[in-house]
């Protein structure tokens, strides 16, 4: 295999990295791409179908409902940015990916990722105000915020990653690097950098504890005054009912938080582990895969829906088919 580099002022510029991703014997490589891909695939169909049935039921014409259709949208991309790559390398001997390959999928996927952080939180203040405030949530949760809160998610996580790659991508990588990971993630590019790399890792910081940080107490805040409100129930079904219209919300949020901040708040040398990569394939393959389960088991309406989608019986449209319940 022949990487081409190049020469600058004593400088060997990298054109490509190495992605070493899974060292396993060829057998367990194609085992690891079968499971994968079929992981793939099944994550692409469940956020699809999702996104179907909200669209085709009138009764899911609902903020919370609208804001779980950005979740899928954002997954279906989340996986899709890291998967393919993966598979290919899977049973190819050439794990090289190019320094823009590498540079576009970092972007995208710190955009997915700080998108869904940020989203997240969004949803918790959205079952807040449902819980703790029913009868003023048409007049507060409606149709132009829902828009203005997810796009403001969306413009947050591109303008994040946008500062973040201004930083990374022009750090000097000498030679050929190797990169012990399945993907191009900033940790691992910050170690393999060969020049002082304190700035760009400064930044990143500054900004994962401003996407990760105030969204965590936007959903902790949110949560503990719903748990609060809810405690004060007198009937044990009242109780039940108000919490299980936020259980699988919480549920997404506890895996997706606990393994990501497992992974981005250890110092950058652990990368130098293959255990960071099981962690890694619990947020970019696993929880992917569990969030469109979670929430159907959870979502009575969301099982009937899926149901009417997939028999091709589409329920008539309600209302003004706005997102206000």
């Keep these: 295999m022949v990487i081409k580099v190049l020469q600058i002022d004593n400088w060997t510029v990298t054109t490509h990295f190495i992605l070493l991703?899974?060292?396993?014997?060829?057998?367990?490589?194609?085992?690891?791409?079968?499971?994968?891909?079929?992981?793939?695939?099944?994550?692409?169909?469940?956020?699809?179908?999702?996104?179907?049935?909200?669209?085709?039921?009138g009764q899911l014409h609902k903020p919370m409902y609208f804001f779980l259709s950005h979740l899928s949208f954002l997954e279906m991309w989340y996986v899709t940015v890291i998967s393919p790559k993966m598979l290919v390398d899977f049973l190819s001997k050439d794990k090289s990916?190019?320094?823009?390959?590498?540079?576009?999928?970092?972007?995208?996927?710190?955009?997915?990722?700080?998108?869904?952080?940020?989203?997240?939180?969004?949803?918790?203040?959205?079952?807040?105000?449902?819980?703790?405030?029913?009868?003023?949530?048409?007049?507060?949760?409606?149709?132009?915020?829902?828009?203005?809160?997810?796009?403001?998610?969306?413009?947050?996580?591109?303008?994040?990653?946008?500062?973040?790659?201004?930083?990374?991508?022009r750090l000097r990588y000498c030679g050929t690097p190797h990169i012990n990971h399945y993907f191009c993630d900033i940790s691992p590019l910050l170690n393999v950098s060969c020049e002082d790399s304190s700035q760009a890792e400064l930044v990143d910081f500054f900004l994962a504890l401003m996407v990760i940080a105030v969204p965590l107490?936007?959903?902790?805040?949110?949560?503990?005054?719903?748990?609060?409100?809810?405690?004060?129930?007198?009937?044990?079904q009242g109780r039940q009912k108000a919490f299980s219209t936020c259980a699988s919300h919480l549920t997404v949020v506890t895996l997706f938080y606990s393994t990501t901040l497992f992974t981005y708040a250890r110092p950058k040398l652990m990368y130098a582990y293959n255990s960071n990569k099981v962690v890694s394939v619990l947020y970019t393959v696993i929880v992917p895969l569990l969030?469109?389960?979670?929430?159907?088991?959870?979502?009575?309406?969301v099982k009937m829906a899926l149901k009417k989608t997939i028999l091709c019986n589409r329920s008539e449209p309600g209302g003004d088919g706005g997102f206000s319940s």
Aim: glycine share 4%.
């Design 97 to 169: 990916i190019s320094f823009n390959g590498c540079m576009t999928q970092l972007y995208f996927f710190v955009t997915f990722v700080c998108t869904e952080y940020i989203l997240l939180a969004v949803m918790a203040f959205d079952r807040y105000v449902a819980i703790c405030n029913p009868l003023r949530y048409p007049v507060i949760m409606t149709n132009q915020l829902c828009g203005i809160l997810a796009g403001g998610c969306w413009f947050c996580g591109l303008m994040t990653a946008m500062i973040k790659m201004v930083f990374i991508a």
């Design 291 to 301: 969030n469109p389960i979670i929430y159907c088991l959870r979502n009575r309406d």
């Design 217 to 236: 107490c936007v959903v902790v805040t949110s949560y503990a005054i719903i748990l609060v409100t809810i405690l004060k129930i007198p009937s044990a």
């Design 21 to 57: 991703g899974f060292p396993t014997r060829p057998a367990f490589q194609f085992l690891l791409f079968s499971v994968f891909l079929v992981t793939y695939l099944l994550t692409l169909v469940e956020n699809l179908l999702i996104i179907l049935a909200i669209r085709s039921d």
